[in-house]
């Protein structure tokens, strides 16, 4: 059996937090989650469903609950089976993120100066898709195929699937428009 490891801190090449930690975390965001759950439904809602304005604190606090029991399982798993920490040999890459924060300023200034849109008919719905979304695209599957260091294809599709869905729920959901449209 191997000695026990000690938990030294929670820096960006520590690995995992202790189980219990983990489990603490895991109890105050469950908590903190249902709250903001509770309060959100507590909201008056003066139109339809969509227009809820507790709908979003609601459906972003469930997301955070699922992950919290996410985390609660992984820290009970690793409790049981007696895992302290993952060994982490990645060294931190100050390129790397030099490399980000230079990307996403270059995003910032191409949403605010590009700017067009193109709309289709897609079974008698008009849907629109403009300089927001591509630019999104593009910049998530840079982000991502660094980060994430999976083939090109799968960051361009997990870009193009999730900045279509929530750019959707924004245009025709809450009929917010995007930056970048025409």
């Known amino acids: 059996m191997p000695d026990r490891q000690h938990f030294s801190g929670e820096d960006e090449n520590a690995g ?4 219990g930690q983990d489990l603490f975390a895991a109890a105050v965001l469950a908590l903190l989650s249902l709250w903001v759950m509770i309060e959100s439904l507590r909201l008056d809602n003066p ?12 459906l972003t606090a469930a997301s955070l609950c699922a992950m919290t029991a996410n985390l609660a399982s992984m820290a009970m798993r690793r409790h049981r089976n007696r895992i302290a920490t993952v060994p982490f040999d990645e060294k931190p ?10 990307l996403i300023g270059a995003y910032l200034l191409c949403v605010q100066v590009i700017s067009f849109e193109y709309a289709f008919q897609l079974g008698g719905i008009r849907l629109g898709y403009g300089a927001f979304e591509v630019l999104t695209i593009i910049a998530l599957t840079i982000i991502l195929s660094v980060f994430w260091r999976q083939a090109l294809w799968a960051c361009l599709a997990v870009s193009i699937v999730w900045v279509t869905l929530l750019a959707g729920v ?12 025409a």
Not at 47 to 58: E, K, R, V, W
Not at 93 to 102: E, F, M, P, S, Y
């Open 16 to 19: 995992f937090a202790s189980p």
């Open 47 to 58: 139109g339809s469903l969509a227009t809820a304005p507790g709908l979003l604190p609601f």
């Open 93 to 102: 890459d100050h390129l790397r993120t030099v490399g980000l924060v230079c």
């Open 170 to 181: 924004f245009r025709y959901v809450f009929t917010i428009p995007l930056p970048g449209s």
